[in-house]
């Protein structure tokens, strides 16, 4: 409790520093000791599959209070798409980490003023891979080049619902020297994360292609007791696995459209920080949906300011995550929202 009346005296102090100055500015990325959960997530694209390596803590917790997840998911067109590999740890952790710019910028001060938080530390990195398999046929160990997409969350709690997306162009086979590129998609990078917290609802989204730079935050992606703006609205339908959104500022407006396979067919149910520890299965990802994006701007013409088209983009091997209330199979399980 002191913990808490500490940090509503600290945060504001340290988000006004921080607004002030980038001397300030904290590697979010480090560890948040005073957050009561947090947890670091990636995701390795290859040609031939998905890779996740998750770390989650929720520290106060008596039961599974840390997590470890990996898991090696071939893509369903793959030679090896029956291998499926899982590994969930639940690890007992006495040694705690040493505290040390994100799309929140400043609102990342904020632990107990803001629940929970969201740091995308890349959007595309180059990730080198080695997974032994003691005893797997034929060969027993993976490896290769891949792209990374890294992220973390921390705060007090998760929202009640969230849906998160990601995706980017998949890792290409080398073109001989002097080969011009098959298409311009290398620079595809979609990352967006939305939740309900109470009665409101928020997303933050970046996008990026070889022509065009994108980040929207609230206020212009904020739902107010869950309602549709003139900026931002939204559709989700996690038994047909549909996400859809759209999001505006006065001049630039995204609009996209994430389907997975239906009724959460093929996706993995992970376990998730609740204020009770990892001891639930309270988030289901695909990484088979197609996602597609158009960026529009609005500029004099015609009858006045009106909408453009500028691009329309399709990428698949897209992520896509529902979680709590957002997840019909959570919801039919009678999952408990804390
Ligand atoms: C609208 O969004 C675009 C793209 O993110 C950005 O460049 C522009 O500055 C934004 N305008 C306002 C008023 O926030």
Redesign the pocket.
């Known amino acids: 409790m002191l913990t808490i009346l500490l940090s509503l005296i600290k945060e504001p102090i340290l988000l006004l520093l921080s607004l002030l100055h980038s001397r300030f500015e904290r590697d979010h990325f480090a560890p948040h000791p005073t957050a009561p959960f947090e947890g670091y997530y990636t995701r390795i694209l290859t040609p031939e599959a998905t890779i996740l390596l998750i770390l989650s803590s929720v520290r106060k917790a008596t039961h599974k209070p840390h997590y470890v997840h990996f898991s090696y998911l071939p893509h369903p067109s793959s030679p090896s798409r029956d291998e499926n590999l899982r590994i969930d740890l639940f690890p007992t952790i006495t040694d705690q980490g040493e505290e040390l710019s994100s799309p929140e910028g400043a609102l990342g001060e904020l632990v107990h003023l803001l629940p929970i938080h969201w740091h995308v530390f890349s959007i595309d990195s180059r990730a080198e891979y080695r997974i032994r398999i003691p005893g797997r046929a034929g060969q027993e160990e993976i490896s290769g080049i891949g792209r990374a997409h890294i992220e973390k969350n921390w705060g007090i709690a998760f929202p009640s619902g969230w849906t998160w997306a990601q995706a980017f162009a998949p890792p290409r086979t080398p073109t001989p020297f002097g080969a011009p590129p098959s298409n311009d998609d290398s620079g595809f990078k979609l990352s967006l994360a939305g939740g309900q917290t109470l009665f409101q609802k928020a997303y933050l989204l970046s996008y990026t292609s070889p022509t065009t730079?994108?980040?929207?935050k609230p206020p212009?992606s904020f739902l107010p007791l869950t309602l549709s703006t003139p900026f931002c609205s939204e559709e989700i339908d996690s038994r047909a696995g549909l996400f859809k959104i759209s999001v505006a500022?006065?001049?630039?407006k995204i609009v996209l459209a994430v389907k997975g396979p239906e009724m959460h067919r093929g996706w993995i149910g992970l376990h998730c920080p609740l204020s009770g520890g990892h001891g639930n299965v309270f988030a289901y990802e695909s990484f088979e949906g197609v996602v597609e994006v158009c960026v529009f701007r609005r500029g004099l013409g015609g009858w006045g300011y009106r909408w453009r088209e500028v691009e329309r983009r399709r990428m698949d091997k897209c992520a896509l995550g529902f979680g709590g209330g957002y997840s019909f199979r959570v919801r039919t399980e009678g999952g408990k929202f804390d």
């Open positions: 730079t994108l980040r929207f212009f500022n006065f001049t630039h």
